[in-house]
């Protein structure tokens, strides 16, 4: 699971870490550099606007769990990973302007595009859509998403929640100029065809124990989701995948 330095959303690492290894997996933690202990978005932990908006209290309680665990405190570097040593890859999401390390590494871009092609399971949540619609089949000028069905954080909720808040936060919710859905649309063949938006929602989350208001899609090896609202059912599914692609 890659991360940035810092700003990454609560839920969608600590939920599925939280999943994983309960289920028995040993989850790497990787940073641009070896032995960086990332943080997540602090305003997730105490609420983005007057105490809301934040994560949920579960969330919060696997992060600081996550923060005292030995895997959170000895990362790996994206460059120095070997690709073919792992089952699984989980690209998570966030907004704050700490993801621009994560989103735009080309050399993280170059470590993904190596791992999609082991065709081995891979799940992104949210602004990590954005990681595989940046990473190229083979160097060439084709995203590795470009014939796969995917959902990812839908334009609605980002200009929602950026309009919402502007007034106190500016951009905060803008991590780039263009809105998450028209970049990983872009990078697709039929994006009416292979782009999912699912139902909407603006504040209902699945939880432990109901996936109702969840929604991923999953086309193969490749697992998507939406925001932190769908993670439990996310790493539910990825963990499903894990299991039914073990030799």
Known sequence: MPVPDRDFDVTEVAVPWRMLTDAGHQVVFATEHAGTRPAADPRLLTGVLFGQLGAETEPKEFYEQLCRSEEFATTEAWADLDMAGFDGLVLPGGHAPGMRQYLGSAVLQRQVARFWALERPVGAICHGVLVLARAREDGGDRSVLADRRTTCL????ERTAYLTTAWRLGR???????YVEDEVKA??????GQFERGPKS????GTAT??????VVEDGNYLSARWPGDAYLFGRRFIALLDTRRP
């Open 154 to 157: 839908p334009k609605y909720m």
């Open 202 to 205: 603006l504040t209902t989350r």
């Open 187 to 192: 990078a697709l063949a039929d994006p009416g």
């Open 172 to 178: 905060y919710y803008r991590t780039y100029p263009a």
């Open 210 to 215: 109901d996936d109702t208001p969840a929604f």
